[in-house]
């Protein structure tokens, strides 16, 4: 059931929550289970769901409802007040509000959000108010060059078997030498910075853990994608900067480090120990990043993601696309879970090799090849028009949950939502390892308030990032506000 406040909801609501707590009109005891008494009134989870957190009702739809409840006599003494509001639209009694909507669709969408407003801290945006342009362009990233590593050290059982050759002749598994951010092996600054040293015992307990893990992915026949450990880049910290003669707006410029796969899904079960004890220090990370509270965060940024939420055309206008990640991937966060169209991490194949800056044109094409398999121009022939009509970044932020630092933009596909869909069937690589849903929706406010009030488990459906990106979205004026 929604997680909403119950003081705040309009009265019927709040009715048929109490009716639904305690099991009136239920056959049997305990309370009614959603998907129960949706099927018992003859409609939809998802159209009960909506009429928990307060929406309208169709009167033909409450007469169903209460005879559901109040198939017993004594259930309309019993609950007398419940009854009565439930069967008002037969008198003047209750406000008319009873079958109109108490909210509009956009106050709805504000009070769901509510709960996860805090799982995302932006750190850089821009309003658009001197250019235009309410948010990032190419021109307005930048990037250091990257020359630091940091790779924690693996179980030495798992060493010795990820690089010793199967029977392919390869071996099976990738591993890097161990390297501090300050380039020793022995993990000097780490220790500077946790003297205790119970870091590195928390590093070794995870390091094995996840080593058994990938280990037992290899071993088991059934498993069609074992992991790989592909180079990642980390955030070492970010800069808005105001370059020379440029126009007075938001510039983003960012600090990294290389670092790999194993590395962070190690560091992330790390973190998750060390918050328990010190939470403070991944608060407000935007006023105190790279130190905080004593602990150097960095560490535990050794990767970075791009979330893009695609466009292309419609029927019947503009439209964007959703995603479910599959459980092949073994990302517990995400699995399950609506996203945006492309979540895609920042890696080795995105930094120029010879100038060691972050190439963000390259890593918005290859998360858009990978995941859709739309090919950039130069692989096609001269007259083929180019796949991108719009790029625009919203926001660099640090996703709360996971402390993962992410940039999200909006890409404009020339393309029409059947072309984008046999792409993905013709050329996306990693589109049947990683996506299990493939949802399109109207490109309008809307469109993602419908997506998000209709889901049956609400915010609990998605990724703890997602909504907020489409809320960005529609703040900025991307798409009509309307709701």
Same mark, same amino acid.
């Given at each position: 059931?929604?997680?909403q406040t ?7 609501a ?12 239920? &056959?049997?005891s305990?309370h ?9 009134v003859g ?7 909506r ?10 739809? @409450? ?5 559901v409840?109040?198939s017993r ?6 609950y ?5 509001i439930l069967?008002?639209?037969?008198s ?6 009873i ?6 669709k956009?106050d ?6 509510r709960?996860i407003?805090?799982n ?10 001197? %250019?235009g342009?309410? +948010?990032? @362009?190419?021109e !307005?990233?930048s ?5 630091d ?5 693996a179980?030495k059982?798992f ?10 002749? #390869? ?5 890097r030498?161990?390297?501090?951010? %300050?380039?020793s ?6 220790q ?11 590093i070794r307990?995870?390091s094995?853990?996840?080593?058994r893990?990938?280990?037992?992915q !290899?071993?088991?026949s059934r498993?069609?994608f074992?992991?790989?450990n ?9 800069k808005?900067?105001?370059p020379? +003669?440029?126009?007075?707006?938001a !510039?983003?410029?960012?600090? &990294?480090?290389?670092s790999?796969?194993?590395? &962070?899904?190690?560091m ?5 120990d ?7 220090a ?7 990043y790279?130190v905080s509270d004593g602990?150097?965060?960095p560490?535990?940024t050794?990767s ?5 939420q ?8 503009p439209?964007?696309h959703?995603?479910?990640?599959s %459980? ?10 609506f996203n945006?169209?492309v979540?895609?991490g920042l890696?080795?194949?995105?930094? %120029?090799p010879?100038?060691?800056?972050v ?5 918005? @094409?290859r ?5 859709l ?29 996971n402390?993962?630092?992410f ?8 393309m ?10 013709a050329n ?6 990683e996506?299990?849903q493939f949802?399109?929706i109207? #490109? ?14 609400g ?9 907020l990106i ?8 991307l798409v009509?506000? +309307?709701?």
């Amino acid at each position: 059931m929604s997680d909403q406040t119950n003081d705040e909801l309009p009265e019927r609501a709040k009715a048929i929550r109490r009716l639904m707590e305690a099991g009136v009109g239920r &056959n049997g005891s305990g309370h009614w289970r959603q998907q129960e008494l949706a099927y018992r009134v003859g409609v939809s989870k998802g159209t009960l769901n909506r009429w928990i957190i307060g929406k309208y009702i169709d009167p033909n739809d @409450l007469n169903c409802l209460v005879e559901v409840f109040f198939s017993r006599a004594e259930d309309k003494v019993t609950y007398s007040r419940e009854f009565q509001i439930l069967t008002a639209s037969q008198s003047s009694t209750l406000d008319e509000g009873i079958f109109s909507p108490q909210y509009s669709k956009y106050d709805l969408w504000n009070y769901m959000l509510r709960p996860i407003r805090g799982n995302v801290e932006r750190l850089l945006t821009e309003s658009g108010e001197f %250019d235009g342009t309410p +948010g990032f @362009l190419l021109e !307005h990233l930048s990037s250091s060059k990257i020359t630091d590593q940091f790779i924690v050290p693996a179980p030495k059982w798992f060493s010795d078997w990820a690089s010793t050759p199967d029977g392919s002749g #390869y071996a099976p598994y990738e591993l890097r030498p161990p390297v501090d951010l %300050d380039g020793s092996s022995d993990f000097a600054q780490l220790q500077k910075y946790y003297p205790d040293a119970r870091i590195l015992d928390l590093i070794r307990h995870h390091s094995e853990q996840y080593a058994r893990w990938v280990y037992e992915q !290899h071993k088991d026949s059934r498993v069609q994608f074992p992991p790989f450990n592909k180079p990642t880049i980390g955030l070492l910290g970010w800069k808005q900067v105001q370059p020379a +003669g440029r126009e007075e707006r938001a !510039h983003l410029r960012l600090i &990294n480090y290389q670092s790999d796969y194993y590395t &962070n899904q190690v560091m992330t079960e790390v973190m998750r120990d060390i918050r328990k004890e010190r939470p403070g220090a991944f608060q407000n990370v935007g006023k105190s990043y790279p130190v905080s509270d004593g602990l150097y965060l960095p560490y535990f940024t050794p990767s970075m993601a791009l979330n893009i939420q695609v466009v292309t055309k419609g029927s019947n206008g503009p439209e964007t696309h959703i995603t479910m990640t599959s %459980d092949r991937i073994g990302n517990k966060n995400q699995t399950g879970k609506f996203n945006s169209t492309v979540d895609e991490g920042l890696g080795i194949d995105d930094v %120029d090799p010879v100038t060691g800056l972050v190439t963000f044109d390259s890593w918005v @094409l290859r998360a858009l090849s990978e995941e859709l398999g739309i090919v950039p121009r130069a692989l096609f022939p001269k007259d083929r028009r180019d796949p991108i009509d719009n790029l625009i970044f919203l926001e660099f932020s640090v996703e709360m949950v996971n402390f993962e630092p992410f940039l999200s933009c909006v890409v404009t596909l020339d393309m029409t939502t059947e072309e984008l869909l046999e792409a993905i069937r013709a050329n996306a690589r990693d589109a049947s390892r990683e996506i299990e849903q493939f949802k399109t929706i109207p #490109y309008t406010a809307e469109g993602f308030m419908d997506l998000l009030i209709d889901h049956p488990t609400g915010v609990a459906g998605f990724t703890t990032f997602s909504p907020l990106i489409f809320d960005l979205i529609i703040q900025k004026g991307l798409v009509p506000k +309307g709701g």
